[in-house]
């Protein structure tokens, strides 16, 4: 099994990082595509599952503060629970992905980024009801933001990131089976 | 795809520009905690004050200042009438359906718009007078304590940095990949929004695979160079703030805690 550099992982983290910053500016020729769509997910998720849990939860939390200070989206005051939502992406999906070991990696993959959309977003929910707005979160905010408005997102990214995964390896830039070494 | 002026470093010699980097990042935090905490329309005002000195001082154009702001004012609105039409204080001034305008709304609305707009002038203020590798230097300086926790934060600021020169170079190539598909036919200033949206889908694989290249490229040339994981790096700069930086963050940390204490206990 080819393993994959601690340096390399770390510049893949950067390079993700770089692209929390740039594909919403690339997707905002689309009406609310940051919301709809989310872009800046597909990154976070993608470093977890190629690189770990360490470095996808580094890229869940500097991408969207790199992101803020270079951008001004998202804005400073939605910053925190979008953090957590998307280092919790990036922790899950590396975990997950390092310890599921099915024969199919398409079912590898699957099951981490099914595993890491659903507890991100429960984890999201649970820390808006409890902390950035209390009391005054409900239940039907919470299915209506993170499930009906995003539904195209859910798809997009379930539908691209294995295909870009696929396209990674076949170019030979990842492993075709990952590595993980947890040290950052 | 415009290139952002929010967040852009503007290169100067005022007094602003020449403080440390982390000097501005504790101050930042400093007035952002005032600025969380405060509730009185004075104190904004004060506030606001604070905020217009610093951009005179830190010869930043106004345009760069509030460019965001003018960008995002959609946000605002919709986050203003969310807090207006929905925030039920039992004396409603005008009711229909679900709506419920209140007076308390409409404050609570107040509120929430003028914070964010303060938080981002002053993102904004931060991001104009810092260059971006002197900021990841200075964050990297922060969360030294992190270290205690087995935290490798020299590795942190050095992957932030990186990502943080990336953003150009990654920048023109979105660009160069986006005029190479548009030739292919794709379709991204269209006017129909299903043209934009399928524009979109060929552009995202394209990008990953030329920044997985480059990251590819990068690795390669730094472990030829020898780096390698953990050791203790040398930094070229001193680490102790100079005078007149620890004389600014003293100020501001005993400006900020007076304004506290005024607001919080003797004006109310």
């Known amino acids: 099994m080819i ?12 390079v993700c990082i770089a692209l929390c910053v740039l594909l919403p500016m690339a997707f905002h020729a689309i009406p609310n595509a940051g919301n709809i769509l989310g872009p800046m997910h597909i990154p976070v998720l993608l470093c977890g599952l190629i690189c770990g849990w360490p ?5 869940g939390i500097a991408g969207p503060a790199v992101s803020s200070l270079m951008t001004g989206m998202p804005v400073i005051a939605y910053l925190p629970s979008m953090m957590i939502e998307l280092a919790v992406y990036g922790l899950v999906a590396g975990l997950v992905m390092q310890l599921i070991k099915t024969k199919s990696t398409y079912a590898n993959l699957y099951i981490s980024l099914i595993a890491a959309l659903l507890s991100g977003r429960v984890v999201a929910g649970i820390t808006r009801a409890l902390i950035f707005s209390p009391g005054s979160y409900s239940m039907s905010a919470w299915i209506t933001s993170y499930f009906i408005t995003c539904w195209p997102g859910l ?12 396209a990674l390896q076949k170019a030979k830039l990842i492993p075709g089976c990952y590595s993980y070494n947890n040290e950052l | 795809m415009k290139y952002p002026l929010t967040g852009k470093f503007l290169p100067g010699k005022s007094c602003i520009h020449q403080l440390d980097a982390r000097t501005k990042l504790l101050c930042l935090f400093f007035i952002l905690a005032t600025l969380v ?3 009185s329309p004075l104190n904004y005002l004060l506030l606001l004050g604070i905020m217009l000195i610093l951009i005179y001082l830190g010869q930043i154009p106004l345009a760069a200042a509030f460019s965001s702001i003018r960008r995002t004012w959609l946000f605002f609105l919709t986050i203003f009438l969310m807090n207006a039409l929905f925030f ?18 409409i404050l609570q609305g107040t509120h929430v718009v003028v914070t964010v707009i303060m938080v981002m002038i002053l993102g ?55 005029k190479a598909q548009t030739a292919r036919g794709a379709r991204f200033e269209s006017k129909r929004l299903k043209q934009r949206i399928s524009a979109l889908f060929p552009l995202v694989i394209p990008v990953f695979l030329s920044a997985f290249r480059r990251a590819d490229e990068l690795a390669q040339a730094m472990e030829a160079r020898g780096y390698r994981k953990a050791g203790k790096r040398t930094s070229k700069k001193a680490p102790s703030l100079p005078l ?25």
Not at chain 2, 141 to 152: D, V
Not at chain 2, 244 to 268: E, G, H, K, P, W
């Open chain 1, 3 to 14: 393993k994959m550099s601690y340096v390399k992982k770390s510049i893949i983290t950067a």
């Open chain 2, 124 to 178: 904004n203020i931060l991001t104009c007078t810092t260059a971006p590798m002197a900021l990841t230097t200075a964050i990297g300086y922060l969360i030294k304590p992190l270290k205690l926790f087995r935290i490798p934060t020299d590795d942190i600021a050095m992957i932030i940095g990186t990502a943080i020169t990336f953003i150009p170079t990654l920048f023109e190539e979105i660009e160069t990949i986006k």
């Open chain 1, 55 to 59: 470095f996808g939860l580094l890229c």
């Open chain 2, 88 to 105: 039920d204080d039992g004396s409603p001034i005008w009711s229909w359906g679900i709506f419920h305008l209140s007076k308390g709304g």
């Open chain 1, 155 to 166: 798809l997009l990214q379930l539908a691209l990131i294995p295909s870009i995964v696929f």
């Open chain 2, 37 to 39: 905490t405060a509730s």
């Open chain 2, 244 to 268: 007149q930086d620890r004389a600014v963050l003293i100020s501001c940390f005993l400006m900020c805690i007076t304004q506290y204490y005024v607001f919080t206990y003797l004006f109310i």
